[in-house]
């Protein structure tokens, strides 16, 4: 379909033609600066991401045991999830260098998606095992890992896929309106600015590749540390009396 | 150790389940409960254990008591094993494996309860209870799902901790109750 569209317009200052992207990322890979760049806003959105779940995860939970913080965190969220990604990022420029960017907005906009889900995963939680629990003395600790947890963790999960393109996504908007060197968003932006229509397909195409390797990465991450526990349960066939 | 229902009323919607109950365990032995289906037999353990506040009446020498449950559904923690479910309450392995073995879930041990069938999971929660060791040994139809042999296997068990402990016996069978129980209260 990009071949015939690249064939139907016949400019490639509007519309590189896929064989071309593919050899100028080729090309581009070859060179220190695209594996800077492509360092630079890995680990800085990572970052953000994995702040935003420790943090949405540690105030989801304080959040559902004390009613306060929650009352007070809901409409934060709120305005949080209707603001504009953009507008986010001319703001925080203001006040954070553009570097620090890429990790500040991926945090902003997964942490209210992370803070929600665990939240209404925490409300699922099996009223009748915490009656259990409680007559049975357990330890807080232990009801969080065994009942807690496991009610949380499906939400978490599903907060982890979508958020990691969220993050990704954001993020690299952030370095396009923040001009930071030496990132992706960066390289984006210069080839804009000098009309590179060629590097600006390239450097798109490879937003979209290291998105899909990374939701990748995260889900096989997810899926190797839910194994053993399903690989267990699956060992144990059904018995009858 | 004695505790004492007085006047216990609970009332769900238009419908008053209990009408002022009296039911007081003061000596080891099995106290039962019987009655029909609805009469509010699982209420007046919820009521005794604390998990449900009585609309009028009071519940006195309970403050420091431990109770043992087995409730009228298995309620064990489907992400752990049989015997990680026990131990996670007895806090001994020896004495989760004993009651485990005494009721015949020695080769079970290592099952999740999604793998159970209905009479496995009540015998896993009824030696989660019997393992866990509290004042007061609870069961709410302990015996659902569960074949004569094993029935009959647990019943003994039961007895004997009833000769020396507390335990509260809710069934709709009440020829049993009036054959094992030191007093018998029917709901009617």
Known sequence: ?241 | MKIEMRDIVKTFGDKQVLKGINFTVDQPGIHCISGPSGSGKTTLLYILMGLLAPDQGQVLGTEHIRFSPVFAEDRLLPTLTVYENVLLVAGDQQRSRHYLSALGLGEGMDLYPKALSTGMKRRAALARALAYGGDVLVLDEPFKGLDDQIKSEALDLIQSVGEKSFVVFVSHDIEMMHSIGVQVLNLI
């Open chain 1, 1 to 241: 379909m990009w071949q015939t569209a690249y064939l139907a317009i016949g400019k490639d200052v509007l519309l590189a033609s896929p064989k071309a992207v593919a050899i100028r990322v080729m090309e581009l890979s070859r060179t220190a600066a695209f594996w800077i760049a492509v360092a630079n806003s890995l680990s800085r959105i990572m970052c953000g991401f994995l702040l935003a779940l420790a943090v949405g995860a540690l105030l989801a939970v304080l959040a559902h045991f004390v009613p306060v913080i929650r009352l007070l965190l809901h409409p934060i969220i709120g305005v949080v999830k209707s603001t504009p990604v953009a507008s986010f990022i001319i703001l925080a420029l203001v006040f954070i260098r553009s570097t620090r960017l890429a990790v500040f907005i991926p945090f902003l906009m997964v942490f209210p998606l992370v803070w929600t889900n665990i939240i209404e995963g925490l409300e699922q939680v099996d009223q009748k095992l915490l009656e259990m629990a409680k007559i049975y003395r357990i330890s807080r600790p232990a009801r969080l890992r065994h009942i807690y947890l496991p009610a949380a963790a499906p939400y978490l999960i599903a907060s982890c896929r979508v958020g990691v393109g969220f993050a990704w996504k954001s993020g690299i908007a952030a370095e396009v309106l923040g001009v930071t060197r030496d990132t992706i968003g960066g390289m984006l932006y210069n080839s804009k600015i000098y009309l590179l229509t060629l590097d600006q397909y390239a450097w798109t195409a490879v937003v979209i590749v290291l998105s899909i390797l990374l939701e990748r990465v995260v889900m096989l991450l997810i899926h190797l540390f839910t194994r053993k526990r399903r690989r267990r349960g699956e060992e144990n066939g059904a018995h009858e009396d």
